[in-house]
């Protein structure tokens, strides 16, 4: 089964960047990303799951919620099996728990923005925006 990994969170000031990653384990066992189109999702305390970012299987289209476009950018490399979230000029309103989330999608050119599109959750991976 397909099991996500999120690193690269952390503690930062406004205006500062973070990239987090979204890792496929069990990579040695043939397991990879290649056919699963990915989300970023990120919950803050007392809220709703909210998307932020979301890219198709084939790395050819990907989309933003309105609070991050400029600021965040969705990438994929294949040859590592990951994907990644740039964050940056980030505000205190960033503050949350990231989530990575993947979704089979033979259809390369398309992407999912609810969280019930999504079979596979990483644990998720904090990020703290604050002076």
């Known amino acids: 089964q397909l099991q996500l990994v999120e690193s690269g969170g952390g503690l930062v000031q406004p205006g500062g960047s973070l990239r987090l990653s979204c890792a496929a384990s069990g990579f040695a066992s043939g397991f990879t990303l290649e056919n699963y189109a990915i989300g970023w999702f990120r919950q803050a305390p007392g809220k709703e799951r909210e998307g932020v970012s979301w890219?198709?299987?084939?790395?050819?289209?990907?989309n933003y919620v309105n609070s991050v476009k400029g600021r965040f950018t969705i990438s994929r490399d294949r040859a590592k099996n990951t994907v990644y979230l740039q964050m940056n000029s980030l505000k205190p309103e960033d503050t949350a728990v990231y989530y990575c989330?993947?979704?089979?999608?033979?259809?390369?050119?398309?992407?999912?923005?609810?969280?019930?599109?999504?079979?596979?959750w990483g644990q998720g991976t904090q990020v703290t925006v604050s002076s």
């Open positions: 890219i198709s299987s084939s790395g050819s289209v990907s």
């Open positions: 989330a993947a979704a089979y999608s033979p259809i390369t050119y398309r992407y999912f923005t609810r969280p019930s599109d999504y079979n596979f």
